[in-house]
């Protein structure tokens, strides 16, 4: 089984639509998550982190289930600028890399007009 | 946020030459950076860790002496990509963290190599 398992799409969404995806790990001990997106051929950028506590950031809402062992990242009213790959990342801290980060390979999304 | 600055963010070279990447924390000191590499459709994968003023680590399966990392300040690592052929073309990212590892890792624009 992957470490970090996302599927990777495409989603095609129509703008405005609420679209939802969710990343699964493997490792229970894992420490920290986060969302990174990214556009084509540029780097990732820190979209938001992921609390137990579930964390909201305008239209994005991201969730974590421990028990179940996965990440969720849902993004309302969506824009034409969401379409992106967006990155699970976790930190799986000593049986992680050295820099302690575990990527998926990302969903890529397309919002459509 | 804090800010690191990659260069070049696109190459062509020649198989067997030799290529090398910078990357500088702009406005933070990052005693410890980190190189990855993303071929298309794939995740990123690290390749090392660049430790200030010692050897960097490298990661099971990559080739120390082809890809020469040198980390000599605080806020510079440089990837040397040597002998390049075109199986090392790719997207080569840094990424540096202000802190410890729950913290936001800061990446390069990144460069993309092609090897002809």
């Known amino acids: 089984r992957k470490e970090v398992e996302q599927d990777p799409g495409p989603f095609n969404v129509p703008e405005g639509a609420t679209v939802a995806f969710n990343c699964t790990y493997s490792n229970s001990a894992s420490q920290s998550f986060f969302w990174y997106r990214q556009d084509c051929r540029k780097e990732p950028k820190l979209l938001m982190s992921?609390?137990?506590s579930g964390n909201e950031d305008g239209r994005f809402t991201a969730q974590l289930n421990r028990a179940s062992q996965y990440i969720s990242l849902l993004i309302r009213d969506s824009k034409l600028s969401d379409s992106a790959t967006y990155l699970c990342?976790?930190?799986?801290?000593?049986?992680?890399?050295?820099?302690?980060?575990?990527f998926g390979k990302g969903t890529h999304l397309i919002i459509q007009p | 946020g804090a800010v690191v600055s990659q260069h070049p963010s696109r190459v062509i070279c020649k198989s067997g030459t030799s290529v090398k990447i910078e990357c500088r924390s702009l406005?933070?000191?990052?005693?410890?950076m980190f190189w990855y590499r993303q071929f298309p459709k794939q995740s990123l994968m690290l390749m090392a860790t660049?430790?200030?003023?010692?050897?960097?680590?490298?990661e099971q399966g990559v080739e120390k002496d082809k890809f020469l990392i040198n980390h000599a300040s605080l806020t510079l690592s440089t990837l040397t990509v040597t002998s390049a052929h075109p199986e090392d073309s790719s997207f080569y990212i840094c990424?540096?963290?202000?802190?410890?590892?729950?913290?936001?890792?800061?990446f390069g624009q990144g460069t993309r190599l092609t090897v002809v």
């Open positions: 990424s540096a963290r202000a802190g410890g590892a729950n913290t936001e890792a800061f």
């Open positions: 992921v609390y137990s």
């Open positions: 990342v976790v930190n799986l801290g000593s049986g992680g890399g050295a820099d302690g980060l575990t």
């Open positions: 406005d933070f000191q990052a005693t410890t």
């Open positions: 660049s430790n200030e003023g010692s050897k960097a680590t490298y």
